[in-house]
Structures are given as C-alpha cells and as structure tokens.
C-alpha cells in the first residue's frame, strides 16, 4: 500500500487503482476451474485475490467520507462486499471448510442489512439485477447454511423485487428470474416437509462421536481408510434444483459434512465480522464450527450436469492428489441408458495381463455384462457421448472407490470389480425400479427415495408409509429416529467384530461418514425387502458389492426385528411380510432412548 503513504495522491485514485487491481484478479479467478490439477496454485491465486479485496474494504472503511465526497456511492461499496462474499461461497464449495461459508453470509448478511443496492435501484437496470443477483446468492448460502427463515424472507424479497422491477422496466428483461423463484419455491416444497426434525449433517450429538466408533480388527482390515474426497453428480429431466444445485445432490453434499458443534446454529451478539465486515444481530458461526475435536469435512465436487469429459477430468484431479489413507466417493444419480456390445463391455476391456486377481474369477471375458446399462448425463438425441459406462470407472480403480449409483441400470456397474486395476470398488446400487408411494411423490417431485434413505432413513421410512411431514407427530417420529440410531449402533458394533465382512466394507468402517451410509443402506434394503409391495420383487431391491454378511441380511433376526420395531412405532406393521414367529422384543418396545456407539 505505498500509494496510501503518499500524501501527494489523491484518496480517490488511490481507491480505483485498488478496484481495478482486484476487478482484474477477480475476473482470473471466476473463469479458474473449482477442480483442477494443481489445487495449491488455485489457493496461492484465491489468497492473492482476497488480500487485494481485503485491502480495498479496509481502504474504503478508513476513507469513507472522502470516498463519498468523490463520488463514491453506496452500490459500489456494496459491490465490494459482495465480490468478497462471493470469493468466501467459491473456496467454500472447492474445499468444503464451512468457516468459509459463514463469512460469506456475514457479508451477505452486512449489504441485506445496509441496503447497498437498494437506492437508485428502481432508476438503474444494471443495479436492479445487481441487487437480485444478491438475494439469490444469499439465498444459496442460507440454504447450505439451514437457515430456513432466512431462506424464506430472501424468497419473500425476490418475489416482491422481482414484481416491482417487472412493472418499472420492460417485463421481458425479469422472465429469468421468475424461472429462478419457480426454481427455489419447488425445491423448499419438496425439502421442507421434514426439515429441521434433524440436520442431514452428521450431528455428534445425534450420531457417534468419530473417536467413539469401534475399531475394525487389523485381521480383517489390513489399513483404515478416510472419506477424503466426494464427486456428487445428477442428470435427470425436470430434475429439483436451486441454480446448479440438484436436490438429490444437495441432500448427499450435507449429508457429507459436519453439523457444527453438533447442533442448529444459534444466534449470538452483534459482532464484525472477518475482515471488518459489518452485521448487526450477526450470527457466531465460527465458533461454532471450529470445533477441534472434529476433522475437516470431506472435499466435495459438486457437478451440475457435466461432460463426461469433465467429469472424468474431475476424478482424474481427485484421485491424483488422493491421500495414502483416502478414498474417494463417487455418488451419480441419473437416468439408465443405452446397451452396449461385448466390443465395449468392462469383461472384455480387461485381457489376461489385466487381471488382478484370476484365482478368484475376476476379469473373465464371459461377456456377462454384454447387456450392462450405463448413465445418461445427457440428451438422448446425442447417443453414447453423454453417457458414463462402468468402463470408463475402471482406470481409477487403482484408488480405494466407494460408488453410489442411483440408477435403474446401476446392476451394470457391478462388472468393475471383474477388471479392476488394483483396488475392489464398494458400490451401493440403488434398484432398477423405483416405488411410488402413496402421496404420489416421483423423482421429479420429491427426489431419489434410495437417496433419501441414505440421507434421512426414517423421513424416507414415513414417505414409503404415505406419511407426509405435515401430518408427522413429532414425538412418534423421535421416537423412531432414536430406535434406528441405537440400531444402527448395533449394527455397526456386530460388522466390526465379523471375521466374515469382505476387507473392502472393513477398512472403510471407521470412517464416520462411510459407516453411516453403509449402514444406512442395510436399513434401506431391509425395509423394501420385507415392504409388502414391494416383497420378494427384486427389481425394487437396492444391492450392494462385495456382499455383506448374513447377519445383516434383509431376512436375518436383526434387520426383521429393528423393521417390525420401526412399523410398531408408526402402527404399520400390517405393511410389511415378516418371518413366522418374529415378535417384538419385550425389552426393547419402550426402550429407544439410549445410544450406543461401542
């Protein structure tokens, strides 16, 4: 800042020289990939970025009345902080350490509260889409962050802003926007029937402390692994979506971080905010996610409708720079499509030196997957160039993989570990058929049911019932959520002491995010197996491999016995087929109180 020591410049140019040093870093910044091979050069360049924006802020804090005096106005000012906001999201959603999501509502939060862009608005076309591009980024900050009443006083906002503007410039100039509010009204509709019963964020107050989790034995597992990365991609028509952000994606990306201090967060005095970011009534996020006993949450990659060249580009980048104790999560949602030869299948890509490991019949070339499916992340119209083959996964089996596949053709992807390159994939296959339920809730309305199950078992549990959240008891459902915890608990103790559970499901079992899912899953499997409608019918049954053992099968004492107890507490037990003679514990039909971890 030598300028600044100079009295002989005026503060003014002072003042546009830093704007214009920053406007053209921003600009570099906003055109670099989130995903790309060197992350510690894209750090070196964001940090570069903020301390030239960070210099600017404080310059126009200390230089205010002269700044105003030449001309200065209020938007510009706002400008600033919402540029800065912007910098916070885009390092939030590259590295998902969520400090940097609080600073961005804290800025946020600062240009709601000062009205930035609120004078002239209604004069200025450019500066009316300013104040709407705000509200809509805040908006998607408020989501991520589970402020609801935030959520809905931002929408009540852009509706209203959006009809002022529409009746003071050409109407034709705000149909995008009204997209953008048809957009996040279908999405708090089919997202808010159970929220805030409890985070999808792994709660330590509701969920294991990760230093509580029992520890798999080293006979069984020869390494533990961590959740290091995440890539969480949708592709469905007509899909629910906020800007970039699917519904389905949404719930996995929470469901893969850390709920801070393990509860909602709580308001606390007014405060600055980083970098003397104004905000009355501000909102203590960070001390209430620095929390040192937990690790960082995982980094996602969230992809909205990519190429399959980007995507894959995204995996290469994440398995390059994967830790030695990673793995990386891989969750695709999408449409099956498309049958493909045996020119083309994984059984046949896979010649004799590939094999990793012929003893146990892997890599035979029976041609058994001919007929494997893939996924459609694309326009029918445009054929195979859309689509993501099992065989395009095969060359990254050479690091610890857990695959999520939401898919009706998501069977196909099983032919991976006939041919992998050094490590056996875990994948969590959802069914090929999906069940409607009886509210008439689709994909398209609703989002992916084995999704939800994954995410939020027992919302997923009373929507497969015909039980909307408006009509919930609360007391019931606590009850429930308190039954399935405690039972997952158990689970998870029994899996780690198995000598029998396959390596790949063992060496992941310590992870917390991992294990949740995984047992998640058996729950899942368990309700649409014993389900009435859906008995015995294994289209609507999701699979899982490597296979998992017989003492967490839909059909053994356990599962049966945790399913009949979950219908007792919803007086739906006439829903489901159970074994003859199965009764409920008379130990356990009151007892849900407690939660073990060991």
């Known amino acids: 800042m030598q300028a600044q020591q100079n009295p002989n410049i005026p503060v003014s140019e002072i003042y546009w020289s830093l704007l214009h040093k920053a406007d053209k870093k921003f600009s570099k910044i906003r055109e670099l990939p989130y995903y790309h091979r060197n992350r510690h050069e894209y750090d070196a360049y964001f940090y570069k970025v903020f301390k030239v924006y960070t210099q600017l802020w404080k310059f126009q804090q200390e230089n205010r009345q002269k700044l105003v005096e030449s001309g200065l106005r209020r938007s510009e000012i706002g400008e600033i902080a919402s540029r800065i906001a912007q910098l916070y999201l885009g390092q939030y959603m590259r590295t998902s350490e969520a400090s940097y999501l609080s600073e961005a509502y804290i800025f946020y939060e600062a240009i709601l509260s000062r009205e930035y862009f609120k004078e002239g608005m209604f004069q200025d076309l450019s500066l009316a889409n300013k104040q709407l591009r705000f509200v809509s980024r805040f908006l998607m900050v408020c989501l991520l962050l589970n402020r609801r009443e935030m959520v809905q006083q931002l929408l009540n906002q852009l509706r209203v802003l959006v009809d002022e503007c529409k009746r003071t410039f050409q109407e034709t100039d705000f149909k995008e926007w009204k997209l953008v509010i048809q957009e996040i009204v279908r999405f708090l509709k089919a997202d808010t029937a159970f929220m805030n019963i409890r985070p999808l964020r792994y709660s330590i ?109 995204v995996l290469a980048t994440v398995c390059e720079e994967l830790p030695p104790d990673g793995v990386v999560l891989i969750y695709l949602s999408a449409s099956g499509a498309g049958m493909y030869s045996d020119a083309t299948s994984p059984s046949t890509l896979a010649y004799s030196s590939d094999r990793i490991n012929p003893s146990r019949g892997q890599g035979k070339g029976d041609g058994s997957s001919s007929q494997a499916g893939c996924l459609q992340f694309g326009s029918h119209r445009n054929g195979g160039v859309n689509n993501i083959y099992p065989s395009d996964l095969v060359p990254f089996t050479r690091r610890p993989l857990v695959l999520v596949i939401d898919c009706d053709s998501s069977e196909a992807f099983e032919a991976i570990n006939g041919v992998q390159k050094g490590e056996t994939a875990a994948m969590l296959l959802s069914s090929s058929s999906s069940y409607h339920t009886t509210l008439g809730s689709s994909r398209q309305s609703s989002g992916s049911l084995f999704t939800i199950f994954l995410t939020a078992p027992v919302q997923a549990f009373c929507l497969l019932l015909g039980i909307s959240g408006s009509d919930i008891d609360m007391e019931t459902f606590d009850k429930a959520e308190k039954l399935l915890s405690s039972s997952l608990s158990e689970w998870g103790s029994t899996l780690v002491t198995l000598d029998t559970i396959d390596p790949v499901w063992a060496q992941i079992l310590s992870d917390p995010f991992l294990r949740r899912l995984l047992l998640r899953f058996i729950f899942c499997r368990a309700v649409l197996s014993l389900f009435a409608p859906t008995f015995d019918k294994k289209e609507f049954i999701p699979k899982c491999t490597p296979s998992l053992p017989v003492s967490v099968s839909p059909m053994s004492t356990a599962c049966q016995t945790v399913i009949l107890q979950t219908a007792n507490i919803f007086g739906a037990t006439n829903k489901f087929i159970f074994s003859e003679g199965l009764e409920l514990p008379e130990n356990r039909q009151g007892d849900t109180e407690s939660m073990s971890c060991s």
């Open 205 to 313: 107050v509701l969920d294991c402390h990760p230093d509580s989790l029992p520890h798999v034995s080293t006979a069984v597992a020869k390494r533990s692994l961590r959740l290091r990365d995440a890539i969480l991609s949708s592709y469905h028509h007509n899909e629910v979506k906020f800007s970039e952000l699917t519904l389905d994606t949404f719930r996995m990306l929470q469901c893969l971080e850390w709920e801070p201090s393990g509860s909602f967060y709580q308001s606390s005095g007014a405060k600055n905010g980083q970098n003397g970011a104004p905000a009355s009534s501000r909102i203590n996020y960070s001390q209430d996610i620095a929390d040192p006993t937990l690790p960082p949450n995982p980094r996602k990659a969230v992809l909205y409708r990519p190429s399959v060249t980007h995507f894959l580009a």
